[in-house]
């Protein structure tokens, strides 16, 4: 269950406030519906017949949706004054209704950017009894479909965006099945209500693109790996630092060295837990070896030649100086952070 973004009139609209309202809801009028078929469900957009029902699900499932998005049984009717080629609501529909109602879900596809983007975002719920099923996320397809598929049969979308708080693991879950992508961590992104109240939550976006669809579920992530080499310099947290802003492992001599101990294998433990990380990482070095370290990269799986290196020049690789016998503060850090990775762009 994801919140759909949308914007609306104060409930004390300006004069250009309703002005706009108009254009919309002539424009929703003339709207050709959009629907699809499946083996369980059946999608169509939103139209005033759907009401009653809807109200009734949403009433229904007000408890399990309230954990994570407002409840607002009336909101449907919202929706459907403001449908155009841009914000559209499909309902998702049982072919076996059960219970009072035949609706599985709602998804709003709204915020969409044209130009040079073509993308859209999703907002979702799901509706008892259904949950668990598997019909949303049929359905939840369908829709994909058709906002993919070029006018005058879908939206012409290119990308696909939906953002889900970290604790919603369910809505997640329905996202990856459909092969949808993490795409970072998004801190105070909506302002929505909880147990504590309501605040700004943190939200992961996910994301999938025309050229990937219909995606693998499940597949896999494919971060970029980054390495960077870090000479150590006592009392900087240098390569902490460095990881914590590139958002990378840090992999330390030292580390290794007080685990394992004074062991002659610890080099090579290093560059194993290089290799082994899918991300790559912070390589935090206390004597750099040019030999060593080029042999030990390679068997990482990186290309020497690319592989930054902060506080040493080994003679291959792009060398980041500093001054040891300064501070480095965190704009500094910062700015080597942004130079590792762009080595990899």
């Given at each position: 269950?994801?919140?759909?973004?949308?914007?609306?009139?104060?409930?004390?609209?300006?004069?250009?406030?309703?002005?706009?309202?108009?254009?919309?809801?002539?424009?929703?009028?003339?709207?050709?519906?959009?629907?699809?078929?499946?083996?369980?469900?059946?999608?169509?957009?939103?139209?005033?017949?759907?009401?009653?029902?809807?109200?009734?699900?949403?009433?229904?499932?007000?408890?399990?949706?309230?954990?994570?998005?407002?409840?607002?049984?009336?909101?449907?009717?919202?929706?459907?004054?403001?449908?155009?080629?841009?914000?559209?609501?499909?309902?998702?529909?049982?072919?076996?209704?059960?219970?009072?109602?035949?609706?599985?879900?709602?998804?709003?596809?709204?915020?969409?950017?044209?130009?040079?983007?073509?993308?859209?975002?999703?907002?979702?719920?799901?509706?008892?009894?259904?949950?668990?099923?598997?019909?949303?996320?049929?359905?939840?397809?369908?829709?994909?479909?058709?906002?993919?598929?070029?006018?005058?049969?879908?939206?012409?979308?290119?990308?696909?965006?939906?953002?889900?708080?970290?604790?919603?693991?369910?809505?997640?879950?329905?996202?990856?099945?459909?092969?949808?992508?993490?795409?970072?961590?998004?801190?105070?992104?909506?302002?929505?209500?909880?147990?504590?109240?309501?605040?700004?939550?943190?939200?992961?976006?996910?994301?999938?693109?025309?050229?990937?669809?219909?995606a693998a579920?499940?597949?896999?992530?494919?971060w970029p790996?980054?390495?960077?080499?870090?000479?150590?310099?006592?009392?900087?947290?240098?390569?902490?630092?460095?990881?914590?802003?590139?958002?990378?492992?840090?992999?330390?001599?030292?580390?290794?060295?007080?685990?394992?101990?004074?062991?002659?294998?610890?080099?090579?433990?290093?560059?194993?837990?290089?290799?082994?990380?899918?991300?790559?990482?912070?390589?935090?070095l206390r004597?750099?070896?040019?030999?060593?370290?080029?042999?030990?990269?390679?068997?990482?799986?990186?290309?020497?030649?690319?592989?930054?290196?902060?506080?040493?020049?080994?003679?291959?690789?792009?060398?980041?100086?500093?001054?040891?016998?300064?501070?480095?503060?965190?704009?500094?850090?910062?700015?080597?952070?942004?130079?590792?990775?762009?080595?990899?762009?």
């Amino acid at each position: 269950m994801i919140h759909a973004t949308t914007s609306a009139c104060s409930p004390t609209p300006s004069r250009s406030c309703c002005v706009a309202d108009r254009s919309v809801h002539d424009v929703s009028r003339s709207l050709a519906p959009l629907a699809a078929t499946g083996r369980r469900v059946w999608v169509h957009t939103a139209q005033q017949s759907d009401l009653a029902a809807y109200q009734v699900a949403v009433q229904q499932s007000a408890a399990r949706i309230g954990q994570w998005n407002p409840v607002n049984p009336a909101d449907l009717q919202w929706h459907l004054e403001r449908q155009t080629e841009d914000h559209r609501t499909f309902l998702i529909h049982a072919m076996d209704a059960a219970g009072s109602h035949g609706i599985v879900g709602k998804v709003n596809v709204t915020n969409v950017v044209r130009g040079r983007f073509q993308n859209g975002v999703i907002g979702y719920d799901s509706y008892d009894p259904y949950v668990g099923t598997g019909l949303f996320a049929e359905g939840l397809r369908l829709v994909i479909d058709l906002a993919f598929a070029e006018a005058p049969r879908g939206m012409g979308l290119h990308r696909i965006e939906a953002n889900v708080r970290p604790g919603n693991s369910p809505s997640s879950g329905v996202l990856r099945s459909l092969g949808f992508r993490r795409e970072g961590y998004v801190q105070h992104m909506l302002w929505l209500p909880g147990a504590d109240g309501s605040q700004w939550r943190d939200h992961i976006p996910h994301a999938v693109t025309r050229e990937e669809w219909p995606a693998a579920p499940y597949a896999a992530q494919r971060w970029p790996r980054i390495a960077l080499l870090v000479k150590e310099i006592p009392g900087t947290h240098l390569g902490a630092r460095l990881a914590e802003e590139s958002g990378l492992p840090l992999l330390s001599e030292g580390i290794v060295e007080r685990e394992l101990g004074a062991q002659s294998g610890t080099g090579a433990a290093l560059w194993a837990l290089l290799g082994s990380s899918p991300v790559g990482g912070v390589v935090e070095l206390r004597d750099p070896q040019p030999a060593l370290a080029f042999e030990g990269l390679r068997r990482a799986g990186f290309d020497p030649a690319r592989v930054p290196q902060v506080g040493c020049s080994l003679g291959f690789g792009v060398s980041l100086p500093i001054d040891p016998g300064r501070p480095v503060d965190d704009r500094s850090v910062a700015h080597l952070a942004l130079r590792a990775r762009a080595a990899f762009a």
